[in-house]
């Protein structure tokens, strides 16, 4: 089974505060993702990674920063945290560009910015 | 660009009943694929159902089964024979054609069965 982990299932920080989330996929996926979820507008991707060091911008990419150093881990940073970054933050990897490849998904990161 | 509408926020089903939840979309891309994803909750997105744009016939998986019409361009989610552990939130996704990594997904229906 695919397995997509991320480092915290929920995580306060302050404004202003630099906030790491961590996403790790055990099965040699080229393709990753980041995605936000707010009540109403369902998921809107932030950044996705193709291969290792490489990344392209998503839908709503300003205030965020990724990484991807090895293929399996795929960072996404708040540089400045700010209140309307709360969010719940979902990481997810694929393995090719198929059209009935799913994308799978971690159990998603509850972040609160006070 | 991709677009994907699920016009109900929330809807009540009876236990044993069939609820369908309606999806449509717009896309200029003439291969495209079509997803619903279950998400309890406890948060993690779930996969359900995939519909390719080629496909002549309705994808079926168990007691979900994809109401396809692509002139209509709709997707509908059916849910036959509804359990308890079929309440959460279901959202309909699109992935555009050959290389197009990305999903669009819509707003999201929260289904509740009632026993």
């Known amino acids: 089974d695919v397995k997509v982990t991320q480092s915290s299932r929920y995580l306060v920080k302050r404004t202003g505060e630099k906030v790491f989330l961590e996403c790790v996929q055990d099965m040699d996926h080229e393709n990753m993702f980041w995605y936000r979820q707010d009540p109403g507008l369902g998921l809107r991707l932030i950044y996705f990674?193709?291969?290792?060091?490489?990344?392209e911008k998503g839908d709503i990419p300003e205030g965020y920063s990724v990484s991807r150093e090895k293929k399996e881990r795929f960072s996404l940073i708040l540089e400045s945290a700010s209140t309307n970054q709360t969010s719940m933050y979902l990481c997810?990897?694929?393995?090719?560009?198929?059209?009935?490849?799913?994308?799978?998904f971690g159990p998603g990161t509850r972040l609160l910015v006070l | 660009a991709q677009k994907i509408t699920q016009t109900q926020p929330g809807m009540f089903v009876q236990e044993k009943e069939a609820v369908t939840l309606d999806c449509t979309y717009d896309t200029s891309d003439p291969s495209y694929g079509l997803f619903w994803y279950k998400q309890p909750s406890s948060g993690e997105m779930i996969f359900l159902i995939y519909q390719g744009s080629y496909d002549q016939q309705n994808a079926t998986e168990g007691r979900y089964s994809l109401n396809f019409q692509k002139a209509r361009k709709s997707a509908n989610l059916v849910i036959s024979a509804s359990q308890l552990g079929d309440s959460a939130m279901y959202f309909c996704?699109?992935?555009?054609?050959?290389?197009?990594?990305?999903?669009?997904f819509g707003a999201g229906t929260t289904v509740t069965v009632r026993a």
């Open positions: 997810a990897s694929s393995l090719e560009v198929l059209k009935g490849e799913t994308q799978y």
């Open positions: 996704a699109m992935r555009g054609g050959w290389g197009d990594y990305k999903l669009s």
């Open positions: 990674s193709y291969d290792v060091k490489m990344k």
